[in-house]
């Protein structure tokens, strides 16, 4: 599930005349994506280090000179260039102090911008739409410029892109209402258009944004009321056909953000990813009117996954490099790193191997989202019919019963009726676009009905991993409510978006489980095993894995004044640390495990472990603390195949549970001996990823020393690293 990171200042914005200007022309990622230059609506270029939001280097026009296009960085010269006045074209690099003595270049046409596309070279668009290469333009600055653009056509916006070996610049441009799409490859050199599709009359697009993948480049348009539009345009050339009239581009509805009764005055959109959309200067669909919120959006599930509100004015102005968003709102300039995981039902969901027995089915195959959001020719997933099956089809003499059929079927029918009907229609056909609608209707019934449960029907739902928490967002709570732990289960493997509220009611509930109700579950069969098999493995002695054994943790709490000789025999002579002991059993261990493999942000989460009771959070500790341990021995037997938590997860709930509760675990007796044992565990972790940073440094040195000469036949060399 995609997140917004906590953000900082990377600068403060000059006061612009116009009030509905942020005083920034533009921002462009640098040598690396620690480094942008970032261009003023007046007269400077900033050079500035985001990691350490400070400027590196600043270079200014003189009075009376004015940039009219956003600074580029020519990775390939390592050199500046930008355009000032329309016509001078500007070249410089870091070790310049005075702009006015660096190289510069009179055009003959006014330049409308500077391009460079990462791994490409400077591209100069002219304002009557001619396009040339840096490099041929300034062997002839005064060469004559043609004019592309119809007269009063105006152009709007442009980018450059590298699609393989071929660089491409894209532009829109508007003409009478009516706007157009440019696309002018450079190798060779040639020229399609486009018109752009209407909107309602009187909205025009907002924000323009492309992406290139497959052969093809995706344009994204936002429009005034929330709209946001994909275009895909294939990079081959186009025919005679195509050349000879001016083609519509098609598109498609990819995103309607909800914006109120107002349009929109100053947003853009992004495109971040196949799934991900960043949109700023939107409402947000829970807050109030009038406040203006940075959002990405899931366009697969179209849902709202992250959402901050930006303080003081928004200017509709977005730029993102390398996982982090750049917005100039109010009087500064904000970073905000961000995360987008791959939205994929297949691997967010497909984690979990279906249990083989002698009448089950095999699951339905999840195709991927494009097959359904685009309508891609596949083939139909197959299912294997089992014995049982195909003696129900050859005795079977009632017509089969369509999807919407079985839909109004569950809303009345008896609960072995609906299982049976909803598993025959599963064995059938593919049901990904109604399963949604189908665990809805059975929810709805099971809450407005006490006397209906379908916990198997649900479960079989579940298991197509075809659902989420925002499909149907009352089956969890339902699942609680009923104490249908297996149901829960499943639904914490299987739900990739689960609120962070939604995770905390269920800690509570397993915490609260009575281990004697909880053996009598029958619960993921791999998860019980995974369970079985580290409450039984007997403990090794001189294990040391993860940077920590019981005997590096004595060592750590030892008297600092003892001598090494001392140290050594009294950890010699000690008593064999006491065997962990997990304070669960098997099956209340086995859920607890699903909560720890749970997607969450810190942000969210920890106000509703607070909720804890300090009873639950000791037990809860104590948990962890065995995994640790458990862990940290060599004789613990590595089972890839089963779900299990993985050991950095362990750490981060110990770090957020001491965070929600530290003044109640300091002042509990009982947790006195649990703190000073997970400190130990810090202490050895912390030493651990010290010295993995050692050697981390020690190989970046030897990747950086250049090749000596070969100095014979034979030679010794030594390399000191410290």
């Not at 190798?187 to 399609?192: A, C, I, R």
């Not at 999840?366 to 099956?389: A, C, D, F, Q, R």
């Not at 297996?486 to 800690?507: G, N, R, S, Y």
Request: hydrophobic fraction near 35%; charge should be negative.
């Amino acid at each position: 599930m995609a997140t917004l990171c906590e953000g900082y200042t990377l600068c403060g914005l000059a006061p612009a005349q116009n009030r509905l200007c942020s005083g920034i022309r533009g921002i462009e990622e640098e040598r690396d994506s620690d480094h942008v230059i970032v261009t003023d609506s007046t007269r400077s270029v900033t050079l500035y280090k985001v990691s350490d939001q400070k400027p590196l280097g600043s270079w200014t026009m003189r009075q009376g000179q004015t940039l009219t296009c956003p600074a580029v960085y020519n990775t390939k010269t390592k050199e500046y260039v930008a355009v000032s006045d329309n016509k001078v074209i500007r070249i410089w690099n870091e070790n310049d102090v005075v702009l006015d003595k660096a190289f510069k270049a009179t055009v003959s046409a006014d330049v409308s911008m500077v391009l460079c596309a990462q791994g490409g070279e400077p591209v100069v668009l002219f304002q009557r739409g001619a396009v040339r290469l840096m490099d041929s333009l300034l062997s002839a600055p005064q060469q004559p410029i043609e004019e592309v653009l119809a007269q009063d056509e105006a152009i709007r916006w442009s980018t450059s892109i590298v699609a393989e070996t071929q660089q491409l610049l894209i532009f829109t441009t508007e003409l009478k209402g009516e706007h157009f799409f440019y696309l002018h490859r450079l190798n060779p050199n040639s020229v399609q258009k486009y018109r752009l599709e209407r909107e309602e009359p009187g909205l025009s697009p907002l924000s323009f944004s492309a992406s290139y993948k497959n052969k093809y480049i995706s344009l994204l348009c936002l429009y005034p009321n929330g709209h946001v539009y994909q275009s895909l345009i294939s990079v081959r050339g186009p025919g005679a056909e195509e050349e000879a009239k001016l083609p519509q581009l098609p598109r498609s509805l990819l995103l309607s953000i909800p914006v109120g009764e107002e349009l929109l005055e100053a947003a853009s959109a992004i495109i971040l990813d196949d799934a991900h959309v960043a949109v700023v200067g939107v409402p947000h669909p829970s807050a109030g009117p009038g406040k203006d919120y940075l959002c990405i959006w899931n366009t697969n599930f179209q849902t709202l996954q992250a959402g901050k509100e930006m303080a003081g004015k928004l200017y509709g102005q977005l730029w993102s490099f390398s996982n982090k968003f750049f917005i100039p709102h109010g009087k500064t300039l904000s970073v905000i790193p961000f995360a987008c995981p791959q939205s994929s039902l297949a691997s967010a969901l497909g984690k979990l191997k279906q249990v083989k027995t002698e009448d089950s089915k095999l699951s339905v195959l999840v195709p991927s989202w494009n097959n359904i959001l685009h309508g891609e020719n596949v083939l139909p997933p197959k299912t294997v019919e089992t014995k049982k099956s195909r003696t129900q089809r050859r005795t079977q003499s009632i017509p089969v019963l369509t999807t919407g059929q079985v839909l109004e079927l569950i809303k009345t029918t008896p609960a072995e009726e609906v299982h049976k009907e909803v598993e025959g229609l599963l064995s059938r056909q593919d049901l990904q676009p109604f399963l949604g609608q189908m665990a809805s209707i059975l929810v709805s019934r099971s809450l407005a009905d006490p006397g209906f449960y379908c916990s198997n029907t649900l479960a079989l739902l579940v298991h197509t991993q075809c659902l989420c928490h925002s499909v149907c967002p009352d089956l969890l709570p339902l699942a609680l409510e009923k104490k249908d732990y297996f149901l829960c289960q499943l639904c914490l493997q299987f739900f990739p978006d689960i609120p962070e509220a939604i995770t905390c009611t269920c800690l509570k509930a397993f915490i609260s489980l009575p281990d004697v109700d909880a053996e009598k579950l029958d619960l993921e069969p791999e998860s019980v095993s995974f369970m079985e098999t580290i409450i039984s493995t007997e403990r090794s002695q001189a294990g040391l894995q993860n940077g920590f054994s019981p005997t590096s943790c004595e060592k750590d709490t030892a008297d600092s004044t003892s001598g090494q000789q001392t140290r050594g025999k009294d950890t010699k002579n000690a008593k064999k640390p006491p065997e962990p002991v997990c304070p669960f059993g098997v099956h209340k261990a086995a859920l607890i495990n699903e909560v720890l493999q749970t997607a969450y942000s810190d942000t969210f989460l920890l106000p509703h472990l607070k909720d804890l009771s300090s009873q639950h959070v000791i037990l809860f500790l104590e948990y962890l603390q065995f995994l640790y341990l458990r862990y940290s021995q060599d004789a613990f037997p590595q089972k890839h195949g089963f779900r299990s938590p993985r050991l950095d997860q362990v750490m981060d709930w110990v770090c957020l549970l001491l965070d929600a509760h530290f003044t109640v675990l300091v002042m509990t007796p009982q947790a006195k001996g649990l703190l000073q044992n997970l400190q130990g565990f810090v202490k050895s972790q912390v030493r651990l990823f010290l010295e993995l940073g050692q050697i981390e440094g020690s190989l970046q040195e030897l990747d950086k020393m250049k090749t000596k000469e070969d100095m014979g036949q034979y030679s010794i060399e030594v390399i000191e690293l410290y």
